[in-house]
């Protein structure tokens, strides 16, 4: 029996995974941000424009996602670790969040507080506890290589 090797893990998916990973944590935070201020000013600029940023980022959240289900969960099956499928499970449940988030930010301009900023709050957390998983992970490993 000859053994199966090891699936190679493409260097443009790590590329353009390295690239818009983390541009919807920005987004996200951002949004974070824009819900705080508007929490406690009032002024619905900060909710319309948190709503946007959640919007953009949901869409930029795409890309990656679909990179790393194929790298962790189809290429690289037998070899994935178990961080980088905790951390495809934090970011998958985080854009959950998010899309109920944009939901939320939907709704007339009052009814937005205080539900959209427990959910950016939840999501700013699920994503970066999945960021410190890897970056655990890499430390541990020596080197950064994604799903």
Do not use: C, E
């Not at 619905?44 to 890309?63: E, F, P, R, S």
């Not at 961080?83 to 709704?107: E, P, Q, T």
């Not at 959209?116 to 080197?143: D, E, F, K, M, Q």
């Amino acid at each position: 029996m000859t053994p199966h090797p090891a699936a190679r893990r493409s260097v443009v998916a790590n590329a353009i995974y390295g690239l818009l990973n983390p541009i919807p944590f920005g987004f996200f935070v951002a949004a974070l941000i824009f819900d705080v201020i508007y929490a406690r000013t009032g002024v619905i600029l900060w909710m319309k424009a948190a709503a946007w940023l959640i919007a953009i980022g949901l869409v930029i959240a795409i890309i990656p996602r679909l990179v790393n289900l194929a790298q962790v969960w189809i290429t690289a099956r037998a070899t994935a670790l178990g961080a980088d499928k905790l951390d495809f499970w934090l970011n998958l449940l985080a854009i959950v969040v998010a899309i109920f988030n944009a939901f939320v930010h939907s709704r007339d301009a009052y009814a937005v507080i205080p539900a959209g900023v427990w959910l950016s709050a939840l999501t700013v957390l699920l994503l970066a506890i999945g960021h410190v998983v890897i970056a655990v992970r890499n430390t541990r490993t020596g080197g950064y290589a994604h799903g």
